[in-house]
């Protein structure tokens, strides 16, 4: 979130996965919302724990009428895991807006990276994947565009 926004500092980070364990809510530009779900992938945390971050984060995307994009974060390095095909079929099944986006595209080859967007949209089932690198930029352009396109009503219109 603050390489896609180029700030430092507004969502915490860890070299510790699972630091996130609660949901954490951005204004952005005084128009619209980000929210930080808690992750779930390789966090260092007791069962019961995972679950109720699961739950809560859950919750919040069943609950919200308003939420006009999810944004999938997905480690480039890694094969999409069951929790990930978890989230992906959960967001398709009720047909929640969203994008998934391989990221820490920097740290793997051209080829690597091929391989891996290449196997993300098989194991998704889908084309829409983008991919990102928070220390490059790569991919900024193309996730804004994402989120611009949600933000606009079926008029072609900003929501407010």
């Given amino acids: 979130m603050n ?16 630091r996130t364990q609660a949901l954490n809510f951005f204004l952005i530009n005084e128009k619209f919302w980000f929210v930080d779900l808690p992750g779930y992938g390789y966090a260092r945390a007791p069962k ?44 398709v099944h009720h047909e929640k807006p969203f994008i998934a986006v391989v990221t820490k595209t920097d740290k793997l080859s051209n080829n690597e990276l091929s391989r891996s967007l290449v196997r993300t949209k098989e194991v998704l089932q889908t084309s829409n994947v983008l991919d990102y690198s928070a220390v490059t930029g790569r991919g900024r352009d193309a996730v804004w565009r994402s989120i611009a396109d949600a933000l606009k009503d079926p008029a072609g219109h900003a929501r407010r």
């Fill in 3 to 18: 390489s896609l926004l180029g700030v430092r500092g507004l969502a915490r980070t860890s070299s510790t996965p699972g």
């Fill in 48 to 91: 019961d724990v995972k679950a109720q971050w699961s739950a809560a984060a859950t919750d919040y995307l069943a609950q919200r009428q308003e939420i006009v994009l999810s944004i999938h974060l997905l480690d480039a390095r890694h094969e999409p895991t069951a929790k990930d095909l978890q989230l992906h079929e959960w967001l």
